[in-house]
Each structure stands twice: as structure tokens, then as C-alpha cells.
């Protein structure tokens, strides 16, 4: 089981580029997310998914994309990169609603 | 303002020593509130996860405690160790809300 896997672990990007975050998880878990963490801020929410096909925007969705087209992959899409986009990237999956939430090792990325 | 506020923000304790960390929050209706350790570079992983019909809940030479009525929680780390300097985050969900509500953190570290 390797649980939640995200990649790139590290990515520096130009303004006005674009990229995809991999995140996979082999859990089986139905309800996905995605955070952003800035430096002493708290985790905010980017977008969730609840199943295959259905998603949702979280708190701070402005900027990005995603999709869920299998259970095991939710990847997020920066269109346009700002340098407001630098930040560590965490994706999450859970079973159930009241289940433990099993984070990925997060990517940093840069956008300079 | 942040539904969910943690003190104290920092701290350095000796090796050996207890000390407890505190949260509040504001979310309702109540559903569970979860505490995280995060150490540096890494994602969250979790601790305790509690119920409102729970009081208290440890794991290893963490205890947590939640008082929902007076929406407070505390997560006490006895005879603390190195690898205990992390940052503690406490998450509190909703009921009927698949988003948690995420606190910034109190950052601990434990010196020899």
C-alpha cells in the first residue's frame, strides 16, 4: 500500500505557464482533496471530490482545475501560473466522511 | 476569522517534559475534530480523531481531550521526545460538510 502519492515533489515554473499535479491514491477511497499550505497559514482547501466523475470547489478554487475521471487520480491543473500560486501542494484521500484523512508528501512549487 | 484558533502559536519545551497545546472553535453543527502532526517538509498525518460523544482519546503519549460544549479541545504530549518537534494542527468538521476547517498550527519544538 503506498497510500497517497503525488508528483513532482519539487517544480519552478514561469508566470503564464501551465503544469499538472499527479496525485494518486490506492486506498480505494471515494472523497479526494486538494490543499494549498503558505508559510504559517493553515491548510485551505482548493477543490474535493466525493466519487469518480463529481467534483467540487473548496475555498480558494480560483486558478485551477481539476477532474476525477478514475478513483484512484485526482490531478490538478494550474492554467496561467502566478507568482500567488507559490505555495506546497497536498492532496488528500479519505474513505468515509468521518474517516482519517491520509495526506500525499505535497509538491512545492514555485512561480517566479 | 479563522472558525478554528490554536495557542499557543509556538513553543520550545525541554526534553522529558509534558506540555499541552489548546484549540478553539467555532464550526457547527459539530461532527468530529481531528488533531495532525505535521513534521517539516512533510504532509499531516493524523493522531486522534474524536466524536461529540467523546471526551478523550490518546494514542501512544498523545492525549487529546474535547469539551464540545464549550467548543475547546487539547492535545497533551507526555515526556516529550525530539521527534516530537512538529507543527500540531487541529481540523474540526462539520456535520452534512465533506470540508474540514483547518487551524494554523502550533508549532513545537523540543530541545535536548
Known amino acids: 500500500n503506498a497510500g497517497v502519492t503525488q508528483t513532482p515533489k519539487f517544480r519552478i515554473l514561469k508566470i503564464g505557464q501551465s503544469m499538472t499535479l499527479q496525485c494518486t491514491q490506492d486506498?480505494?477511497?471515494?472523497?479526494m482533496y486538494w490543499y494549498r499550505q503558505d508559510p504559517g497559514m493553515g491548510l485551505k482547501l482548493i477543490y474535493y471530490?466525493?466519487?469518480?466523475?463529481?467534483?467540487d470547489k473548496g475555498e480558494v478554487p480560483n486558478g485551477y482545475n481539476v477532474s476525477r475521471s478514475t478513483t484512484e487520480d485526482f490531478p490538478l491543473r494550474l492554467e496561467l501560473a502566478a507568482p500567488s500560486q507559490t505555495s506546497v501542494y497536498f492532496c488528500?484521500?479519505?474513505?468515509?466522511?468521518?474517516?482519517?484523512?491520509?495526506f500525499g508528501p505535497g509538491t512545492r512549487l514555485t512561480v517566479l | 476569522k479563522n472558525q478554528v484558533e490554536q495557542s499557543p502559536q509556538s513553543l520550545i519545551i525541554l526534553e522529558g517534559k509534558n506540555c499541552t497545546l489548546q484549540?478553539?472553535?467555532?464550526?457547527?453543527?459539530?461532527?468530529?475534530l481531528r488533531w495532525y502532526k505535521q513534521d517539516t517538509g512533510r504532509g499531516p498525518v493524523s493522531l486522534t480523531i474524536?466524536?461529540?460523544?467523546?471526551n478523550t482519546k490518546s494514542n501512544g503519549r498523545y492525549t487529546a481531550t474535547l469539551d464540545a460544549d464549550t467548543k475547546q479541545s487539547s492535545l497533551h504530549i507526555t515526556a516529550s521526545q525530539l521527534s516530537d518537534s512538529a507543527s500540531y494542527i487541529c481540523?474540526?468538521?462539520?456535520?452534512?460538510?465533506?470540508?474540514?476547517?483547518f487551524g494554523k498550527g502550533n508549532q513545537v519544538v523540543v530541545i535536548p
Open positions: 488528500a484521500s479519505q474513505g468515509r466522511v468521518a474517516d482519517t484523512q491520509y
Open positions: 486506498m480505494n477511497h471515494n472523497y
Open positions: 471530490s466525493v466519487g469518480a466523475g463529481i467534483t
Open positions: 484549540c478553539n472553535y467555532t464550526v457547527s453543527p459539530f461532527s468530529n
Open positions: 474524536m466524536t461529540f460523544s467523546e
Open positions: 481540523v474540526v468538521s462539520a456535520r452534512g460538510n465533506n470540508r474540514l476547517a
